[in-house]
């Protein structure tokens, strides 16, 4: 039987190579994709969450993988109907959310790695959303760098695109490159599942259910038919020309101030040089010179345009009859806009995009910020931040914290402040954060102070701290705990991140319980649970017979239920710092049901 490894880099050679893919369904055999699966998804958050069952990978056994590979190849496997719930938007309306069972979830997981391996190496450059090792900031970036000279921007949103995506025309699009029906009809199985809404059965006509695992991708395989169109019909019909023609005027003042200065004129010099950065080097209404640039994140597009508004105007309406008769999907006529790039602020990505015009920066006779794009924080943004740790205009402390210890809360709150600033490192005004660092850290200051009834000043004194950047030191906030065995303590740190723009950001977290609380990027650890899955022993009682995944939500609520007499389980998941633990069913029984009564003898 062949690894994981081995099936995926099989796939993605087909798939560099445009080949079709046939007996696919097969590969949903190998025990070894679901390992990988199970690896992937066991840590996240929705993975406790229980769908319209009971199950949750809490009880996951190598058994039920058995089970379910046996239903596969027997053509026996159904999907369950999702359990609608609704989520708050921040337009204040509600999103539908499907929760699928835990088997589901690992199914669809196998899936998606099988159909991801194929497609992936197939997907549009252009195209940032839903894939690996590209994300918000990559889109960013390729905005911010390629982009120079656009005068418009059309903000493209397609409307309820998850809800509305045609079952059959996606099966269609699968079918083109994937010649297998048994994996057509799996597919069109989830997709037709339905949902439970009030524990009513409710059929789903279209869309793919979100918070499914296989959704992201298969609105990525759906929209790729969009990114082709726009890419090899759309980007070429509306691009010509190498460069601008000269702008004649500027040729002729640029030739009176060298006559000027060769004379020694020296004032009307002055007065043609100022005339002269007034003028641009190129002509911008060349009708010779068009450029279109596109893209995508998940159902949010983007395009920038350097022509007049009609030809905008037109490519919009291109796009939407596209979406519309060939995808089935419509254009969001509130979200979709056109946008003067040079006095208007197109939004993507919570992040206004922009094209710059500052006639005054002259970086080595040049006026360089012309024409280049400039990334901004939205006030909107920061006033919204802000909000959430204040109250009657003022930061407050948060009562909800005051159970936690000192490193708990100054944790959160780093966390939360590093993922605002790192998300907007990219923003040439990543410095109006400075507003939101001010009311966070008095936020955190007056929750610490409030839990030891003390004073912010004297909090403030106790943990402040100072930490070494690149840009040098600069002031934090830290808490720290003790460990024993002569190891690091563990470092809780709030601030100490430049507020200055990093052209090639790429967002960070620290690593629970790194050493120093240094910031490294987060590495997935669960090969560690597939192994001793695998050893077949209970970490309990030390038992070979099978072995079930012992899991809970958070680590930290269960220490919490168990603070005065902890059982020996408790203890072994405490010392490991670990939320899963291996063992026997006995053992598991004993866990959620308590240990078995002793009979009663009668005298």
Known sequence: MQSAETVLDVLRERGRRGLPLDELYRQLFNPQLYLMAYGRIYSNQGAMTPGPDDETADGMTLAKIGRIIDALRHERYRFKPVRRVYVPKKSGKLRPLGVPSWSDKLVGEVVRLLLEAYYEPQFSDRSHGFRP???CHTALREVAVAWTGTTWFIEGDISQC???????????????????????????????????????????LSGSPQGGVLSPLLSNIYLHKLDEFVDTVIVPGYTRGKL????????????????????????????????????????????????????????????????????????????AQFLRDELKLELSEEKTLITHARSQRA?????????????????????????????????????AKCARYMERGKPARRPELNNFDDYTIVASYGAEYRGYVQYYLLAGDVSRLRRLHWVMLTSMLKTLAGKHNSSVSKMARKYMATVET???????????????????????RFGGIPLRRQKSAVPQDSVPGAAGGELVPHAVRYKELVRRLLAGRCEVCGGTEEVQVHQVR???????????????????MARRRRKTLLVCGACHANIHHGPPALPTIRE
Not at 348 to 353: A, I, T
Not at 471 to 478: E, H, I, K, S
Request: proline share 5%; charged share 35%; with cysteine.
């Open 133 to 135: 090792g590209r994300g």
């Open 162 to 204: 998850f809800d509305k995506l045609d079952h059959k025309v996606m099966l269609g699009v699968l079918g083109e490159k994937v010649h297998d029906n048994r994996m057509l009809r799996l597919i069109a199985n989830m997709l037709r599942a339905g949902y439970l809404e009030d524990w009513t059965w409710k059929p789903t």
């Open 244 to 319: 601008r023609a000269h702008n004649p005027e500027y040729s002729r003042v640029k030739a009176a101030l060298a006559r000027a200065r060769g004379r020694g004129d020296r004032a009307a010099a002055k007065k043609l040089l100022k005339r002269l950065r007034r003028l641009p080097t190129h002509d911008p209404k060349d009708p010779g010179y068009r450029r279109l640039h596109y893209v995508r994140y998940a159902d949010d597009t983007l395009l920038g345009f350097a022509g007049p508004k009609a030809e905008a105007e037109e490519i919009k309406r291109r796009l």
């Open 347 to 383: 939004k993507f990505l919570g992040y206004e995009v922009t094209t710059q015009h500052a006639k005054a920066r002259i970086v080595k006779g040049r006026r360089t910020a012309n024409g280049t794009i400039g990334l901004h924080v939205p006030r909107a943004v920061v006033k």
């Open 470 to 492: 690149p840009y040098g030191p600069r002031r934090c906030f830290q808490a720290s705990i003790e460990r024993k065995g002569g190891r690091k303590p563990l470092v809780a």
């Open 554 to 572: 958070k680590l930290v609520d269960l220490l919490r239920k168990y603070q005065q007499a902890r059982p020996e389980w408790v203890r072994i």
